[in-house]
């Protein structure tokens, strides 16, 4: 009897060990992200282990998701060090509907929230994500936002005069987006960067489909036009020219 408890006290640690190691990985070797500008009008807020960024518009600003805390308090702490109320900001362009990307939503109840269509129920606390850590987690009550407006691939959103284009680039989610305002392209969770420059993946135990993510990735490298500045990330910091995208998109 002490014997199989013991195997059976083995086989949990080791369990635990393998998920630990496959989670804390996701987190290893990532340029770290810091708070304060990235480019011209875009402004990088980070809120634990997730990034949101603030993009100025003519008459306020608009967001790149709202982080996993549902009082957004570091948002509004940064929101308040420029004179700016939570009404400031219009429109929050969603990356994806994890729910740590679109629990600080709610304290902008005015602003006009644009996800694509196969994100809605994620963002809306309807669905649960598919992704194997996503799925055990299930539905975050409490964490989710209403959304006013489905977004069209490879559309730009005009707000005065600020274009926010975006793409549909699924694997991360389903209706995961890369967006580009300002010369900086935003990747959410579909990719990270890495201290070495080059541009990873995101990691699989959080997403639906890793290989449908790397194709969109490569896809995604031959949509966007020149001129982008920046590229964006959600968990890690930023890369300061455009082209680990590329290279990313032409290794083998
Ligand atoms: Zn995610």
């Not at 308090?73 to 509907?97: C, D, M, Q, W, Y």
């Not at 644009?114 to 539905?139: C, N, Q």
């Not at 559309?155 to 209706?175: D, R």
């Not at 910091?237 to 290279?247: D, I, K, M, R, W």
């Amino acid at each position: 009897m002490k014997r199989v408890l013991l195997i059976v006290g083995i086989v949990f640690v080791a369990l635990f060990g393998v998920f630990f190691a496959t989670v804390g990985s996701a987190f290893v070797g990532l340029v770290p992200a810091a708070d304060g500008p990235v480019a011209p009008g875009v402004q990088l807020v980070r809120d634990g282990y997730v990034n949101a960024y603030l993009i100025d518009l003519d008459d306020g600003v608009a967001l790149v998701d709202c982080g996993n805390d549902p009082e957004a308090k570091t948002l509004l702490a940064a929101l308040k060090a420029r004179n700016l109320e939570p009404s400031s900001v219009k429109a929050i362009f969603v990356t994806h509907g994890h729910p740590d990307h679109v629990a600080g939503c709610q304290q902008f109840p005015g602003a006009a929230v644009y996800v694509f269509e196969g994100d809605r129920g994620l963002a809306e606390g309807t669905e649960a994500g598919k992704g194997p850590l996503p799925k055990f987690m299930g539905i975050q009550k409490g964490k989710s936002v209403k959304v006013t407006n489905v977004l069209v691939d490879a559309a730009t959103v005009q707000l005065g005069g600020v274009g926010v284009t975006a793409w549909n680039i699924p694997g991360h989610t389903g209706g995961s987006a890369a967006f580009l305002a300002r010369g900086v392209l935003f990747f959410g969770d579909s990719a990270t960067a890495q201290s070495d420059g080059k541009l990873r993946p995101a990691p699989w135990v959080f997403s639906d489909d890793l290989e449908q993510c790397k194709a969109s990735l490569r896809g995604l490298a031959a949509k966007v036009p020149a001129g982008v500045s920046k590229l964006a990330f959600a968990h890690s910091g930023v890369f300061e020219n455009a082209s680990a995208l590329g290279e990313y998109a032409k290794a083998p």
